[in-house]
């Protein structure tokens, strides 16, 4: 079983529905989550991170991490055009073993 | 502005034929890294350094040689390079906890 698995999609909705991605992980020892972005052509930016379980949000952008089920989620309200790109989920465990492993993104597409 | 920088951006070569990418970042970091995108495989590491002089291997470092020599630049050596690392490669930096990764804009690379 591979550490993190994040469906790739790619997932199309329309302008303005609710997204959902998600990602799931076998380490219980993660302590940090990240949501990352990345337009084609680009390198990939921070959304938003989490440590430990609980939800965190940033305008229309959601991060829930549910620990007891090794399962994060990203909510993505009123989704615009711009919002299409690929979206990478990653954890680590924090402190001196700070390596990044990544989920291999979710792509996704919001029409008009 | 902060930002991490490598060049080439893009970058065709031949089998065998040494070259370097360069990578600088203007935050201070410690913590910086690179790693390679190939489609369906997502990110994968390719080595990391936790501060100056000292580096380590991630998932995928053969074929590769980094050094840090100074806290702003990581370079990647590709000694003779194979069609194998014909691929998009990101550096990026953080950090100590490794949370909040900044990414450079992506060297294409393509080894014929």
């Known amino acids: 079983q591979k550490e993190v698995e994040q469906d790739p999609g790619p997932l199309s909705v329309p302008e303005g529905a609710i997204v959902s991605l998600n990602c799931t992980y076998s380490?219980?020892?993660?302590?940090?989550f990240m949501w990352y972005r990345q337009y084609s052509r680009k390198g990939p930016e921070l959304l938003m991170y989490?440590?430990?379980?609980g939800n965190k949000e940033d305008g229309r952008f959601t991060a829930q991490v549910d620990k007891s089920s090794k399962y994060i989620s990203l909510f993505i309200r009123d989704s615009q055009p711009s919002d299409s790109a690929t979206y990478l989920c990653?954890?680590?465990?924090?402190?001196?073993?700070?390596?990044?492993?990544f989920g291999k993104g979710t792509k996704l597409s919001v029409k008009p | 502005e902060a930002q991490v920088t490598q060049n080439p951006r893009y970058l065709i070569t031949v089998t065998g034929k040494k070259l370097t990418v360069t990578c600088s970042q203007n935050?201070?970091?410690?913590?910086m890294s690179w790693y390679r995108q190939d489609p369906g495989l997502g990110l994968r590491q390719i080595y990391y350094?936790?501060?100056?002089?000292?580096?380590d291997k991630g998932d995928v470092p053969e074929g590769y040689k980094v050094s840090r020599k100074e806290k702003r630049n990581f370079p990647l050596i590709l000694e003779s390079p194979s069609p194998n690392q014909t691929s998009l490669y990101f550096c990026?930096?953080?950090?100590?906890?490794?949370?909040?990764?900044?990414f450079g804009q992506g060297t294409r690379l393509t080894v014929v």
């Open positions: 380490n219980s020892a993660f302590q940090y």
């Open positions: 935050m201070n970091h410690e913590y």
């Open positions: 990026a930096s953080s950090g100590a906890k490794n949370t909040e990764a900044f």
């Open positions: 990653a954890m680590n465990y924090g402190g001196s073993q700070g390596n990044l492993i």
């Open positions: 350094s936790m501060n100056v002089e000292v580096t």
């Open positions: 989490t440590y430990s379980s």
